[in-house]
């Protein structure tokens, strides 16, 4: 099997947890003998101070060329005040469009080991494992016309709330086949009792569930979904819905596991092709300082296997690495609590000597 990946390490502690993330890459490909080309290429502020431009036009070339994207971070302080074309951020939605990618899933699961540190009691998050499908490039943010417009003496904001039925019918169809693999349930959320968005939108999820039989269908809207991950979030599979809703709803839940270090993120194409990169962003005040926490960049490595590249064994294996690391009680700084943490490198370490591979032999063996 060949596979090429492009790998953007970006700004901040992006640099630092993709060189972590890296590490797993080659020794799956070691350990299985899969050819993993990879490339290699600069976004976000990393990229506007030698290029001048947020990402430049070869670098998305690259990603549409790539099997799949693995991204670090992007942004910082420094940039806030650039205009909007020049801001870091760019990159990614520049990103997205050249590769497609219309469906960002987030998992979330909590870790045991690390159950006192969500915010949460533990006898409401102890069976929570979850996963966010948002539709990624409809709605809100992209609905004609949008603008600021002057009538008299008053100033008007417009932004338009566009969905098309395919563009629902798509996004359905990626819920309900991650739903297949899981626990058969697909929560859809929309607020359909005053949005026509959310009317086609309920109708559409409708006509796709008749394709999938075998899956529980419920409909919740928003603001009582919102109020659900904080009640009761372990009654959750499959969490289905829009744009803005799954913007806020995928940040609500990230909540959960106490740390947003922990939770990978991955945004893909009709094609399974995939970007891949953590929730957290590129964290300046402890950029080279060696704190930052791995995980959720090796768990987007995870991911990555399991969505883009069809190989669930291995996603389950790093995923168990990583489980085992923290039952053993490794410890970054930002899940250390009061107890002794580690480096950014030796959590990367930890993980590598976990991971078990063909005949049932870890890599220090």
């Known amino acids: 099997m060949n596979i090429k990946v492009l790998i953007i390490p970006g700004d901040g502690i992006g640099r630092e947890v993709i060189c972590e993330a890296e590490k797993i890459l080659d020794v799956v490909g070691r350990s299985y003998q899969i050819k993993i080309e990879k490339m290699h290429a600069l976004a976000g502020g990393a990229c506007l101070e030698e290029k001048g431009v ?3 036009e070869e670098t998305l070339e690259l990603a549409k060329e790539a099997d ?4 670090g971070a992007v942004g910082s302080p420094e940039w806030d005040n650039m205009p909007i074309k020049k801001k870091p951020e760019q990159a990614i939605l520049k990103l997205r469009k ?3 990618s219309f469906a ?5 699961k909590i870790f045991l080991p690390l159950i006192n540190a969500s915010p949460l009691k533990e006898k409401i998050i102890r069976n929570t494992d979850l996963v ?3 539709e990624l490039t409809g709605g809100i943010y992209f609905g004609e016309p949008r603008e600021i417009r002057e009538e008299g003496n008053k100033i008007k904001g417009i932004n338009s709330l566009v969905y098309y039925d395919y563009e629902i019918e798509r996004i359905a169809r990626v819920a309900f086949e991650i739903a297949v693999k899981r626990r058969k349930k697909v929560t859809s959320v929309d607020k359909a009792n005053v949005l026509e968005s959310s009317i086609l939108w309920r109708k559409t999820v409708n006509e796709v569930s008749k394709d999938y039989p075998e899956i529980e269908i419920n409909h919740m809207y928003v603001d009582n979904c919102a109020m659900q991950i904080i009640r009761n979030p372990s009654q959750f599979d499959v969490i289905l819905t829009t744009n803005l809703f ?3 709803l995928s940040d609500e839940a990230s909540m959960i596991p106490g740390s947003i270090g922990l939770l990978p993120s991955a945004s893909l194409n009709e094609g399974k092709k995939g970007l891949y990169e953590p929730i957290h962003g590129s964290a300046p005040d402890i950029a080279g300082r060696g704190e930052a926490n791995p995980l959720a960049t090796i768990l987007s490595v995870a991911m990555m296997f399991r969505y883009s590249f069809d190989l669930g064994e291995i996603a389950d294996r790093i995923e168990k690495a990583v489980e085992m690391v923290l039952e053993e009680g490794f410890r970054t700084p930002d899940i250390a609590g009061d107890g002794k943490a580690i480096s950014t490198a030796m959590m990367g370490e930890a993980v590598l000597k976990k991971v078990h591979f063909r005949d049932g032999l870890t890599l220090s063996e």
């Open 68 to 71: 799949a994207v693995l991204l």
């Open 98 to 100: 050249a590769m497609g």
């Open 246 to 248: 799954g913007d806020i």
């Open 54 to 56: 947020p990402i430049e």
């Open 132 to 134: 966010v499908v948002r």
């Open 104 to 108: 960002n899933i987030r998992p979330v």
